[in-house]
């Protein structure tokens, strides 16, 4: 049976490969625009890895590795190719490739890539080492988010003792990784972890910042990375 297929950014791709997207942008906190999409057979620079299924190029960024990174971490192969010019003809300019892993309608050079990425190698006619972020085990799609309370979260903000907890170490590590807090991740909910959670209470424009996690903030906080409930 064919997967059921939509557009991002005005590229076709099948719906399973749209979500696995979504939860890597959700987890940059950013944008990622597709510059080609699946299903796109005869682009002689893709070497057909289009042609089928999963597949999708995505503009670089300020930070390329960390997008491929976070793209792995959702269960794509992923690389950023650099531009490449070869007999003084421009073959493509720089991007991000991905291939999601598990995909049912990966083309056969689609294929051979994912087995490249599992043998920690570039996914290129070469055969080169791979120079990103190396994940073990290697995630694949449905990637599983823990579960974080908001009321144990809340208390230990609220308490004048706070204990160590381990939703408040999350708070803490995604506190550093979207707003470069600097905090160390202990899990307790101390005068410089409360500073930084109202920082970022301001930042996503919470009315009354007021240093008492509430659902919102904490799922924008999370998102891609944790479910909150209550």
Do not use: C
């Amino acid at each position: 049976m064919a997967m059921k297929r939509t557009t991002v950014d005005g590229k076709v791709v099948n719906v399973r490969t749209a979500q696995m997207l979504k939860r890597a942008q959700a987890r940059l906190g950013l944008d990622l625009y597709v510059v080609q999409g699946s299903y796109n057979s005869g682009v002689g620079a893709s070497g057909g890895t289009h042609d089928g299924g999963g597949a999708i190029d995505l503009s670089p960024t300020n930070n390329p590795q960390e997008v491929v990174k976070q793209l792995r971490a959702v269960g794509f192969a992923a690389w950023y190719r650099p531009e490449l010019w070869r007999d003084g003809k421009r073959v493509w300019g720089s991007h991000i490739h991905a291939i999601a892993v598990g995909d049912a309608e990966l083309s056969p050079s689609a294929a051979s890539q994912v087995t490249d990425y599992f043998n920690g190698r570039d996914g290129l006619a070469g055969h080169g080492p791979d120079n990103g972020y190396r994940f073990d085990p290697i995630p694949q799609w449905p990637v599983r988010r823990p579960v974080v309370s908001l009321a144990r979260v809340k208390k230990q903000f609220e308490a004048n003792k706070p204990r160590k907890v381990l939703g408040v170490k999350r708070v803490q590590k995604l506190l550093n990784y979207r707003m470069n807090a600097n905090l160390k991740t202990d899990g307790v909910a101390g005068p410089k972890t409360r500073v930084a959670y109202k920082r970022w209470e301001v930042k996503i424009g919470v009315a009354k910042p007021d240093i008492k996690p509430g659902k919102y903030p904490l799922q924008k906080l999370f998102a891609g990375w944790y479910i909150v409930q209550k």
